[in-house]
């Protein structure tokens, strides 16, 4: 009876302070009642069904605060006790269902809410839709097929949509090429546009900066972001002993060459350990080694390379920065195969040209349509190491460096012309290399396609757009700047060819769509796709 007048007066107190949504203190009272009915349960009252009862009800009470805190593995231990006290309790077979949907184990989240939608008689439409949506993701989450096409038509409206983890044909390999640790490595070919990896941020801060030209404010404005997001960062790890896990497991850039290579089963949903208690050992939150894990690790949304799809798209002071855990097995390279898209807070890396097995998978970490000088300026200035890929080596080993560093002082029009020139009659260049040396150049050359009387002038001397994109892709992947040039100049060559009453030249949309999948992934289809690549050149 005690308990029964205990219970009535923390309903009211509960009802308060979720009316002021203070849930850290609703979870304090929660905690103190669970202790005073566990000191019962241990006592004479232990069989008694209320008591039970009661009990039950605070468990899972306290797991909706905790899963609204985001604190997964506190709400899934009560969950996890309220259904041992009463398996059927369909509340917290509810929750834990969200629980195990936040935590991406998208089967056995449907199976909590077919149990709590089987004594209903299978008739409740919110229950429905959590199962429908459980599958869905499943479904995504076992063939990589993601398709945004609907979001992307209407013209990225509203919420991104709900995307599932993620991990495709790779696995995590020594490097031997690119970064020297650990990389990410294609496990049979793959064709361009096809999806790697999906992968959700453990973290992710976002912000306006103030107006250019105010670069003080800009700088506090970019360390109050950076401040919030270490601090949530931290709080994610010590809520998650898996989080902390994995987050150990990342480079702190020191000594790649003996850090251990993680089994890919930790990232793939529904494989890898993801109860807490499925993992052995303790580790404490060490602020430090997390400070220098996050400076090697985290990636910012607004990269030139990494198109953030939908309304909160880079530019207009947008800035964000997120950490990624799989992801961040991925090396730099300036000869990359992969790209990366942001869409709300998943990551998505696709194949941006075709890998074949065994390939190690690279993105760029920052924009590669620079000369060598400039990505190494890049290189040591933000990311602290020196790039090993094949085209840093090839461009810096060249019988004809000294040449190509003069070159490379003046991205004027004709440079490109004379670029051309000499890897036709001087120097003895392969076709990747040209692609190397095209995609160095590139200023130059878009410079040359900028207007119809620069074309004119060099179109002798140089690929016509959509030769030159085909092989700057060969070097870097699809990239949304060759992209824009090739459109254009589809584009000017159908007004060319309608002033001179010549009959429509077919657009190559086969080539196109090529390039386009290589930018965008195989995420949208076909109609999807000529739209984004219309929306580019508006
Ligand atoms: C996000 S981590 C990539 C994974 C890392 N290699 C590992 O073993 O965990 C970034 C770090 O990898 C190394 N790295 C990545 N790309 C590189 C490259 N192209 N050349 C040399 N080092 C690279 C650098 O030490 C960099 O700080």
């Known amino acids: 009876m005690l308990m029964e007048e205990e219970a009535q007066q923390l309903r009211s107190r509960a009802t308060e302070l979720l009316l002021l949504d203070d849930w850290e203190e609703y979870i304090r009272l929660y905690t103190r009642f669970i202790s005073l009915c566990l000191h019962h349960v241990s006592g004479d009252a232990g069989g008694d069904p209320k008591l039970q009862k009661i009990l039950c009800g605070a468990l899972s009470n306290r797991a909706e605060a905790r899963l609204r805190l985001r604190d997964l593995p506190g709400a899934a231990g009560d969950c996890d006790r309220a259904l041992d006290l009463d398996p059927s309790h369909l509340k917290t077979l509810i929750c834990k269902g969200k629980i195990l949907l936040g935590l991406d184990r998208y089967s056995s989240a449907a199976d909590c809410f077919r149990r709590a939608l089987a004594p209903l008689g299978g008739s409740d439409t919110a229950l429905r839709g959590l199962i429908d949506r459980c599958q869905k993701l499943e479904a995504q989450s076992k063939t990589g097929a993601f398709d945004l096409s609907q979001w992307v038509l209407d013209g990225f409206k509203g919420d991104p949509p709900e995307l599932a983890e993620y991990v495709g044909p790779v696995v995590i390999r020594r490097s031997v090429g690119c970064g020297g640790g650990r990389g990410l490595f294609a496990t049979r070919n793959i064709e361009s546009g096809t999806m790697l990896v999906v992968t959700k941020a453990v973290v992710i801060g976002r912000g306006i900066l103030p107006e250019p030209g105010n670069p003080m404010s800009s700088e506090g404005a970019r360390l109050v972001m950076w401040k919030d997001f270490v601090a949530r960062l931290l709080d994610a790890a010590s809520k998650c002993r898996r989080t902390l896990r ?293």
């Open 246 to 538: 994995l987050i150990y497991l990342l480079s702190t850039g020191e000594d790649e060459e003996d850090l251990p290579v993680p089994d890919i089963r930790l990232f793939v949903p529904e494989q890898g350990p993801s109860r807490d208690d499925e993992l052995s050992g303790d580790q404490a939150l060490d602020t430090d080694r997390i400070l220098k894990i996050l400076d090697v690790n985290c990636l910012a949304d607004d990269a030139v390379s990494a198109k953030v799809l939908g309304k909160n798209g880079g530019g207009g002071g947008y800035h964000g920065v997120g950490l990624w855990l799989l992801a961040s097995f991925i090396n730099h390279s300036c000869n990359p195969n992969a790209r990366r898209l942001h869409v709300g807070n998943h990551l998505l890396v696709h194949a941006s040209r075709d890998i074949k097995g065994g390939e190690e998978i690279t993105f760029p970490y920052f924009d590669v349509l620079m000369p060598l000088r400039k990505r190494r300026e890049t290189m040591a200035g933000t990311w602290g190491f020196c790039c090993r890929c094949r085209r840093c080596q090839f461009e810096e080993a060249a019988a004809y460096a000294g040449e190509l560093r003069e070159m490379e002082e003046s991205m004027v029009p004709e440079m490109a012309a004379r670029l051309e020139e000499a890897m036709a009659k001087r120097w003895v260049v392969k076709s990747k290399e040209k692609a190397f040396l095209r995609a160095s150049f590139w200023e130059a050359y878009t410079a040359t396609y900028a207007t119809e009387r620069e074309v004119r002038k060099w179109e002798r001397r140089i690929p016509a757009e959509m030769a030159a994109a085909e092989s700057i892709a060969e070097a870097v992947g699809g990239d949304e700047r060759v992209l824009r040039v090739v459109v254009e100049g589809v584009k000017r060559k159908e007004g060319e060819g309608r002033r001179r009453g010549a009959a429509e030249a077919p657009v190559d949309e086969g080539r196109l769509m090529k390039m386009a999948r290589g930018v965008y992934g195989k995420v949208a289809k076909k109609q999807a796709a000529m739209r984004i690549l219309l929306g580019a050149i508006s």
